[in-house]
């Protein structure tokens, strides 16, 4: 069965540094997305991106983020100077058209010491 | 702005019993789409279950059901003959029909942790 995956499962960075946190959605779907989930919280939407571009974005997705598709397979999610509030559980998710269920990769856990 | 609230924290049933999870949003859209995710300790997300507003039927997938009250604005998962495997965080999502917004993006409500006992 298709699915996303994402990498790495868990990256470790020291504060002020870049990270690019990976995905590969599935290979016929249009629309991409990223969530977090600070341990303990809800898991939150930070941005949608469709026919190379942002479609939606949350107040959460600041300068310091950006998203890009670099190829026909990987969608990725940089931040540019990480701080120590955003480690957290980062999903990728991908869906087919506007209106289909979103499937979610396994995540990748983000440490910033 | 939309919320979704998950009024339980944890709930806990033995296996084979039958388990309610509760969940309330607010919203002044019409058109709109509900979701339960299941979140086991691999903590990929997986859909259990769906629900269209205009769908006055409460949606059915095997031993997941939901009660959806749209006056109330409730949705609630019912899980019967509960399995061991139901052990997991159960996400309460809602995701807007309006102005081109997508389905994937998800509102979440807190979560509920349910355990399946032996």
């Known amino acids: 069965e298709p699915e996303v995956t994402q990498t790495p499962s868990h990256q470790v960075t020291q504060m002020g540094q870049e990270v690019i946190l990976r995905c590969v959605p599935i290979s016929n779907h249009l629309y991409f997305y990223w969530y977090r989930q600070i341990l303990g919280q809800k898991v939150e939407f930070l941005v949608s991106f469709y026919n190379n571009e942002i479609s939606e974005k949350s107040e959460i997705f600041d300068d310091q983020f950006s998203v890009e598709r670099p190829d026909g397979s990987n969608f990725t999610l940089k931040i540019r100077s990480t701080k120590l509030e955003d480690s957290a559980m980062y999903f990728c998710a991908s869906s087919e058209w506007r209106n289909t269920e979103a499937f979610f990769g396994q995540g990748t856990r983000l440490t910033v010491v | 702005a939309q919320t979704v609230t998950q009024s339980q924290p944890e709930m806990s049933v033995q296996e084979a019993e039958t388990v309610t999870l509760s969940c309330t949003y607010d919203t002044s859209e019409n058109n709109y789409y509900l979701f339960w995710y299941k979140q086991p300790p691999s903590r990929q997300m997986i859909l259990v279950i769906r629900?269209?507003?205009?769908?006055?039927q409460n949606a059915t997938e095997n031993r997941f059901s939901v009660n959806f009250q749209k006056a109330a604005k409730s949705f609630s998962l019912k899980i019967s003959d509960s399995q061991l495997g139901d052990t997991a965080m159960y996400f309460c999502?809602?995701?807007?029909?309006?102005?081109?917004?997508?389905?994937?993006?998800?509102?979440f409500g807190q979560g509920t942790i349910l355990t399946v006992h032996p």
């Open positions: 629900q269209e507003a205009y769908k006055q």
């Open positions: 999502a809602f995701s807007s029909n309006a102005g081109g917004t997508s389905y994937g993006k998800l509102t």
